[in-house]
């Protein structure tokens, strides 16, 4: 059967293939996680690695959002709660929860503890809405938000998030 008949008994077929392989311009790709409901992204060249929640332990004195340290091969890694950070209430580790350790600059790392990460997504750049940022509330962490493949996805800005933090 050539692709003539192909496409006259499956008119979908070509539709689908031009949907999934046209280019929809520069893209950022991005590990996306969830909080709550709701899904969230940060640049992969951001991340280090996504690690199951492991023995965090507690550091007297800290800020409420921070759950403690942990060792990752060697290096003592503060893990922040993502919840905390964007005013949710607190909730109890599960199987799903992850921490995402996010690389700041060559130096510093943070890991960052969410409820579940989803996958990695190259989402276009076109797709992303600035958000006007204001100091008193968490969308100073919010990069954007993208409306894509019938998902809301808020971008975090990790540099801004973690600067007045650490």
């Not at 759950?67 to 599960?94: C, H, P, Q, W, Y």
Request: aromatic share 6%.
């Amino acid at each position: 059967m050539d692709l003539e008949q192909q496409s006259s008994m499956s008119p979908s077929y070509g539709a689908d293939m031009e949907d999934e392989s046209s280019y929809m311009g520069p893209s950022a790709r991005c590990v996306l996680f969830m909080l709550e409901d709701e899904i969230y992204g940060i640049h992969v060249k951001k991340i280090r690695e996504v690690l199951r929640v492991g023995s965090i332990r507690n550091v007297a004195g800290t800020p409420h959002n921070v759950l403690g340290v942990i060792n990752v091969r060697g290096v003592i890694v503060t893990v922040l709660d993502a919840r905390s950070m964007f005013n949710m209430g607190s909730k109890e580790i599960t199987d799903h929860s992850r921490i995402i350790i996010v690389e700041l600059d060559e130096e510093q790392t943070v890991g960052l503890m969410v409820d579940f990460v989803m996958e990695v997504k190259d989402i276009p750049e076109n797709k992303f809405e600035a958000l006007s940022t204001t100091k008193e509330n968490a969308s100073r962490y919010i990069q954007g938000i993208a409306h894509f493949q019938d998902n809301v996805i808020i971008l975090i800005d990790v540099d801004n998030m973690f600067t007045e933090l650490l």
